[in-house]
């Protein structure tokens, strides 16, 4: 008899009754994987199709428009605006809604067909990586007819330098990840610890307790926020091209968002130990879903509308739109919007369902 | 405002909990400058109606008042003047006591030179000078509770909830505790106490004892022993002295007599017929091979009186 190996069978047995009473553990182990593995497995497709893409047609023939219909029929790109200069289609595309640009010259009808073919001038957004590299197909397998010198030029990034995407991503990644595990023990620990039962019977609110676990670190927050961008200018040479002050002011709606994504997760969990598995189940779904390794476009419906449930999807718009594109807050205010009202719904949501659970 | 003679006043307070009765129309009044024994045992519904009466939990049914104030219509004016102290140390650990009365005190909106007064008031009242600078969870469980009833006195509230305060600490800390609480009484302030402890059931002015979330009796220490449940007609006590108690127990509980039987300090407590005469006792434990035993006649004691109001329901 091995003593070191004495009671195994009985340890073993009882590990197995505490997983069969433990339904959150058993349901974390066996259901959320094979959902996770579903839901993403649909949602990794590097082929990426329809992009959005905005047109400006100064030609306005109808080879001209049969021009716009056959790249509409690649299906690599989606014309979803039409734009009266070049000026318009570039904000466009700098506020994130289109990704590529189109410009038709005045003479396409006339040189069509002709010795020399019609020069097409096409903006590609560089500041997605994938979108960039795809967006070219639309134009290398030409439509049927006389060929056009399609001229690509690559807007924001034109080195295609891997990092001027990547590291505003990890930032805005980086920053929900911190935000939520910050807050999302904080509640479960005064529950565990009993010094919630304290607060209950005193005088504070419950609003007053849940903004006043934020506050701290909201500014805790917004330092990260700092530090990750000098560290990135600084190893990466990622340079802010639009305002930093304007990109910081668009953070906080997210950072405080993020910050009560942690609370609500909080006042989910019965103990630290849930609590922890919850914030992991929002890390996949932010580093897939948010647009940050495929686009956002390219996403089946049911997982588009999920990605928008994360403060992260929309700060990662912004944060790109004002790392690379050098957008401002008039470009990105949807983005803002959005993430102010999910803000003051995710903020309800925690103070309403702590008032359930408490009770 | 008149003030109000009673820290407390209920009336029929209920509460459900689905088809669960938690608390069962209890009314009592807790009077002014007492203390108050809630005792009961696990699962009774005692915290139920605590939390009720903090304004914590609203009732299903019926009304309190707590120090003047309706439960129900004024929640927030109950908080502000009860203290509350619960049988789990509930201050924050990683925080010095320094710190968490200046936090609970913060809650209770004292600040500046008013709350440096108080903190120093209450610290000296419990004694915890010498421990202000380390770590609240580093002290040990005597001195935690007497910091966590620091904490529940800071805002100076007339009426004082302890949730089983004394539960795991040593005897010496508890005495400790309960002078400071007799002190505080004295000086007009109510304690609202739970407890299993029956020495310190006998030390509070007045006792409810609720079971099955019902009021079961309420009345003095004095009153409770005296109740005709407790002594049933017909019946007496008696404590029996002898070599090996253990064994005598044995013996006597084999007995038709013996209504109840139990050992305390040593001595057997025996509740038996009127007619039973102490001979018959002394003889059969003489029987058993354990002579000279003596018996004399006793008053039920309040664990006597739990036990026997708990098993008569039980029973039915």
Redesign the interface.
Known sequence: MNNELYGFRSIALKEAMHIQRDRATLFFALVIPVVQLLLYGYAIDFDVRHIPTVVVDMDRTRESRDYIQSLHNTQYLDIVRMADSPDEAERAIRSGDCHVGVVIPPDFARLKGGPTPPQVRVMVDGSDSQVATRARFAFVSPPAGPAVDARMNVLYNPNSRTQIYMIPGLAAILLQLITVSLTSASLVRERE???L????????GRLGLMLGKLAPYFFLAVIEMCAILVMGYLLFDVRVTGSVFQLILMSLPFIVASLALGLLISTSAQNQAQSMQLSMLTMMPSILLSGFVFPLETMPGPLYLLAHLFPVTYFLQIIRGVVVRGANILDLWPNVLALLILMVVIITAATVRFRKSS? | MVAPANAIETHDLTRNFGEFVAVDHLTFNVTKGSIFGFLGPNGSGKSTCIRML????APTFGTASVNGFDIVKQP?EV??S?G?M?Q??????DLTPDENLTF?GG???LKGEQLKRRKQSVVELVGLQKYMDRPSGLLSGGWRQRLALA?ALIHEPELI?LDEPTAGIDPVARRDLWDLLFDLAGQGKTFFVTTHYMDEAERCNEIAYIYLSKMMVMGTPEQLKSLPEVRPAGTRRVAVAISSPPRGLAALKRQKFALDATLVESEIHLLMPEETTDDQITAILDQEGLPGAVVRRIDPSLEDVFVTITRRLAKT
Do not use: D, H
């Open positions: 610890q009993g010094t039962e304290q607060l209950m019977v005193s005088p504070v009770a | 903090c304004g914590v939990l927030e908080k502000r009860i509350y619960s789990s140390f509930s201050l924050y650990r609970f809650v209770y909106g904490a909830f």
